[in-house]
T-cell receptor, first 112, second 111 residues
C-alpha cells in the first residue's frame, strides 16, 4: 500500500532560524514528489516538484532534496520568516495515471 | 494553464440541509481527490475519482458522496449536514508526470 509519512507533525522555530521537514514514502513506481505550502484557510500552493533524476531543487529560501534509493525527501527552509508559518504537505505520485498519495502535512510556526 | 477551480468559494448551510461542492480539474487531468480540512487540522482524505469511477474512499459516513462527470469535473455532496461538517473542502487533480494540483477550496459553514 502506498504511504507518505511526514515528520515532525508540528514544529515551532524562532524567526531567522533554519528548519528541515521530512517526507518518507513507499509509493511505487515513483513518478514525482511535490512539496506544497498551505496558508491557513487557503488551498495548498506548489513549492517544488522533484522527479526521479533530481536530487536537489531550490525555490528561494526553500530547498528540496530527494533520495530515490531510500525514498526520502526533505524540505529545508533557510532564514525563516513569520510568513513561513503554514502547513507543508508532501504529495507523491506514481506512474499509474493520476495516482497520488498525500502526506498529512507538517505545521510550521515561526515566532518573532 | 488554468488551475483547479472550485465553487462556490464560501457556502453557508443550516444543519440538516444538503451541500453540493464542485471541482473542475486542470485540463487533461483524469483524477480528482477530495479532502476535508477542519480549522487547524490536517487534511482528511474523502474520495478519489479517476476516469469517472470512485477508486477509493476515506473513513467518512455515507452521507458524504460524489461523482465524476465525463469531462472529469466532480461534485461532492454532503447530506444531512452536521455542525462538525464545517470545514475547508479541498479538491486536487492529478495526472502522471505532473503530480497533484490543489484548488483554493470551498469554505463550508454549517449553522
Amino acid at each position: 500500500k502506498n504511504q507518505v509519512e511526514q515528520s515532525p507533525q508540528s514544529l515551532i522555530i524562532l524567526e531567522g532560524k533554519n528548519c528541515t521537514l521530512q517526507c518518507n514514502y513507499t509509493v511505487s513506481p515513483f513518478s514525482n514528489l511535490r512539496w506544497y505550502k498551505q496558508d491557513t484557510g487557503r488551498g495548498p500552493v506548489s513549492l517544488t516538484i522533484m522527479t526521479f533524476s533530481e536530487n536537489t531543487k531550490s525555490n528561494g529560501r526553500y530547498t528540496a532534496t530527494l533520495d530515490a534509493d531510500t525514498k526520502q525527501s526533505s524540505l529545508h527552509i533557510t532564514a525563516s520568516q513569520l510568513s513561513d508559518s503554514a502547513s507543508y504537505i508532501c504529495v507523491v505520485s506514481d506512474t499509474n495515471a493520476g495516482k497520488s498519495t498525500f502526506g498529512d502535512g507538517t505545521t510550521l510556526t515561526v515566532k518573532p | 494553464e488554468a488551475g483547479v477551480t472550485q465553487s462556490p468559494t464560501h457556502l453557508i448551510k443550516t444543519r440538516g440541509q444538503q451541500a453540493t461542492l464542485r471541482c473542475s480539474p486542470i485540463s487533461g487531468h483524469t483524477s480528482v481527490y477530495w479532502y476535508q480540512q477542519a480549522l487547524g487540522l490536517a487534511l482528511q482524505f474523502l474520495l478519489w475519482y479517476d476516469e469517472g469511477e470512485e477508486r477509493n474512499r476515506g473513513n467518512f459516513p455515507p452521507r458524504f458522496s460524489g461523482r465524476q462527470f465525463p469531462n472529469y469535473s466532480s461534485e461532492l455532496n454532503v447530506n444531512a449536514l452536521e455542525l462538525e461538517d464545517s470545514a475547508l473542502y479541498l479538491c486536487a487533480s492529478s495526472w502522471w508526470g505532473r503530480g497533484a494540483f490543489f484548488g483554493q477550496g470551498t469554505r463550508l459553514t454549517v449553522v
